[in-house]
């Protein structure tokens, strides 16, 4: 009897067992390593920045400026993937900064702004102003630093997929964003024959492709730059092209404004 009374306990038991053989992949799997997010650069469509790695820094961070001709300082500071943010103040250190929770572990720092654009406790999306470039704290000019963290601990920085170099002064490594570009752009055409796409804003840039006819283009975002003359016109503001990767002057485009109309600033 007392062996008919414990089949019960024993049955019990081996469910248990087995019901403990069919979670624990699944509880492995969970605590294994979260995959990133598609990181981008954290300032806007179409700037190209230089950056690097000083020794003294904390963790894997790098430091960004502005290589394009444009201001460092007063730049939006965009969040490179989607999360939510936090504001933070460290006067003698990082000053004022917001740090982004993307989930599984992963979180980006953005140090020294001189502003914040968001609120604590905000979503924000890939690709939204969180702040300004600035210099507040221990900083000795403005520049964005930037990190990514996985479980409090930084790891290599890596955009698009492609992980980054850590070269230990600027002007030796250059990143162009593609962050808040609004992916297809707006579209015009160009005219003119053997229209030249550059690299940058300027008539002394490298040639990207040239434009052997009027064509359809993608316009993301324009800044200005060199000033282009033709057919008695002038005209110092640039488009960048997104199917070409490269900027030309909005005098080839097809269009009577100097400025694109409903065209963002790089």
């Known amino acids: 009897m007392r062996f008919l ?12 067992a087995l019901a403990g053989l069919s979670v624990a992949p699944a509880q492995a799997g969970e605590a294994g390593t979260t995959a990133a997010p598609a990181f981008k650069a954290p300032y806007p469509c ?92 221990n900083s000795s000019g403005a520049h964005i630093h930037y990190e990514q963290l996985l479980n409090g601990v930084g790891q290599n920085i890596v955009i698009n997929g492609a992980a980054l170099s850590y070269p230990g002064s600027y002007n030796q490594a250059y990143l162009t964003s593609d962050n808040g570009c609004g992916g297809a752009g707006l579209p015009f055409n160009t005219w003119g024959s053997g229209v030249n796409v550059r690299s940058d804003a300027r008539v002394s840039a490298p040639v990207v492709t040239t ?41 080839y485009i097809d269009h009577p404004d100097a400025k694109l109309p409903g065209v963002p600033l790089c």
């Open 5 to 16: 009374r414990r089949l019960p306990v024993l049955f019990v038991a081996a469910l248990t």
């Open 46 to 137: 179409g700037q190209r920045w230089t950056y690097s790695h000083h020794s003294a820094e904390v963790r894997r961070a790098l430091d960004f400026v502005r290589s394009d001709g444009g201001a460092t300082a007063g730049t939006p500071v965009l969040a490179s993937a989607a999360g939510t943010a936090t504001r933070y103040s460290q006067p003698s250190g990082a000053g004022n900064y917001v740090a982004i929770d993307h989930g599984g572990g992963w979180k980006t720092y953005y140090f020294h702004l001189s502003a914040y654009s968001v609120p604590s406790g905000a979503f924000v999306a890939q690709g939204q102003q969180i702040g300004v470039t600035g210099s507040t704290g």
């Open 211 to 251: 434009l052997a006819g009027p064509t359809a283009v993608r316009v993301l975002c324009q800044k200005q730059g060199d000033t282009v003359n033709a057919e008695g016109y002038s005209n110092n503001w640039w488009s960048k092209l997104r199917d070409q990767n490269g900027f030309i002057s909005n005098i």
